[in-house]
C-alpha cells in the first residue's frame, strides 16, 4: 500500500471511529471538506502540518495515519449518510 492510500485508509478509519462526518472534521482542522474527502479518497497529497491538524482534532497520534492495516482487512466503511436527529 502507498503512503496516500495509508494515510486515506487510517483517516476513514479513525474518523469512522470517533463518529465524526467530514464536513465536522474539516471544520474543526480548518482544511476544506472537499479536500478531506480527496484525502479519503487518496487523490491528495497532504502535507505534515494538515495530518498534524487532522491527527490532534482526531484525538490520535501522527503515527495513527500511518499504521499498516491487517492482511485482507477491509476497507473502512463511510458513516451512514444523511442529516443526525436534532439532540443526537
Do not use: I
Amino acid at each position: 500500500m502507498d503512503g496516500r492510500s495509508l494515510v486515506a485508509w487510517n483517516l476513514r478509519r479513525l474518523r469512522v471511529a470517533r463518529g465524526l462526518s467530514q464536513e465536522r472534521l474539516a471544520l474543526d482542522a480548518a482544511v476544506d471538506r472537499a479536500y478531506l474527502s480527496g484525502l479519503e479518497r487518496a487523490q491528495e497529497n497532504p502535507t505534515v502540518d494538515v495530518l498534524d491538524r487532522l491527527a490532534a482534532q482526531l484525538g490520535a497520534a501522527l503515527s495513527e495515519l500511518f499504521v499498516e492495516p491487517a492482511e485482507g482487512a477491509d476497507r473502512p466503511e463511510p458513516l451512514k449518510a444523511g442529516r443526525r436527529a436534532k439532540g443526537a
